[in-house]
T-cell receptor
Framework: NAGVTQTPKFQVLKTGQSMTLQCAQDMNHNSMYWYRQDPGMGLRLIYYSASEGTTDKGEVPNGYNVSRLNKREFSLRLESAAPSQTSVYFCASSDLAGVYEQYFGPGTRLTVT | EDQVTQSPEALRLQEGESSSLNCSYTVSGLRGLFWYRQDPGKGPEFLFT???AGEEKEKERLKATLTKKESFLHITAPKPEDSATYLCAVQAMDSSYKLIFGSGTRLLVRP
C-alpha cells in the first residue's frame, strides 16, 4: 500500500516549456487535490477533483490545467512554465470531501529558469 | 476573510523541555481543524482532526486542543525525532474541499 505517489520528484524547466506532474493513489479515495508550497506562504490549493469526472479551481489555478484520468490518477499540467511557478507541488487525496483528512504525496520540486 | 496564523515561526527546545505551538484561526464557521507534521523534503503527514471547541486528541507525546479561536499542539517531553515543521489547517463550513493552511512552526529538539 503505497498511499499517494508522485512523479517526477525533481524537475527543471526553462521558461515556456510544458510538463505534466503525475499523481496516483491506491487508497480508493474519491477526492484528489493539487497544492503548491512556497516559503512563508503555506500550502495553497491549485485544483481539486471531488470525484471521478469532476474538477474545480482552487485558490491559485492560473497557469495550470488538470485531468482526473480515473479514480486513482490526477495529473497537473503546466502549459507554458513561468519562473513564478517554481515551487514544491503536492498531490493529496481524501476519502470523501468534508471533514475527512487529506493524505499527501512526497512532492515534486519544480524549478523554472 | 478566512485565515490561519501559526506561532511561533520557529521553536528550539532541549530534549525533555515541554512546550506548546499555537494556531489562531478566523473562519466563517469551523467544519474541522487539522494538524500535520512535515519533515524536510517530505509531504505533510496527518496527525489530528478536531471538530469542536473543548475537544482534545493525543498521540504519543503530542496533544491537540481546540477553542473557538485557536488550537494548541502541546508537546510533552519532546525527543529529537519530534523535530519537524508542524502545520495547522482549517476547513470552513461553507467549503467542502478547501483547506486553509498556516505557514507552520519549525520545531527543533536538541539532545
Amino acid at each position: 500500500n503505497a498511499g499517494v505517489t508522485q512523479t517526477p520528484k525533481f524537475q527543471v524547466l526553462k521558461t515556456g516549456q510544458s510538463m505534466t506532474l503525475q499523481c496516483a493513489q491506491d487508497m480508493n479515495h474519491n477526492s484528489m487535490y493539487w497544492y503548491r508550497q512556497d516559503p512563508g506562504m503555506g500550502l495553497r490549493l491549485i485544483y481539486y477533483s471531488a470525484s471521478e469526472g469532476t474538477t474545480d479551481k482552487g485558490e491559485v489555478p492560473n497557469g495550470y490545467n488538470v485531468s482526473r484520468l480515473n479514480k486513482r490518477e490526477f495529473s497537473l499540467r503546466l502549459e507554458s512554465a513561468a519562473p513564478s511557478q517554481t515551487s514544491v507541488y503536492f498531490c493529496a487525496s481524501s476519502d470523501l470531501a468534508g471533514v475527512y483528512e487529506q493524505y499527501f504525496g512526497p512532492g515534486t520540486r519544480l524549478t523554472v529558469t | 476573510e478566512d485565515q490561519v496564523t501559526q506561532s511561533p515561526e520557529a521553536l528550539r527546545l532541549q530534549e525533555g523541555e515541554s512546550s506548546s505551538l499555537n494556531c489562531s484561526y478566523t473562519v466563517s464557521g469551523l467544519r474541522g481543524l487539522f494538524w500535520y507534521r512535515q519533515d524536510p523534503g517530505k509531504g505533510p503527514e496527518f496527525l489530528f482532526t478536531l471538530y469542536s471547541a473543548g475537544e482534545e486528541k493525543e498521540k504519543e507525546r503530542l496533544k491537540a486542543t481546540l477553542t473557538k479561536k485557536e488550537s494548541f499542539l502541546h508537546i510533552t517531553a519532546p525527543k529529537p525525532e519530534d523535530s519537524a515543521t508542524y502545520l495547522c489547517a482549517v476547513q470552513a463550513m461553507d467549503s467542502s474541499y478547501k483547506l486553509i493552511f498556516g505557514s507552520g512552526t519549525r520545531l527543533l529538539v536538541r539532545p
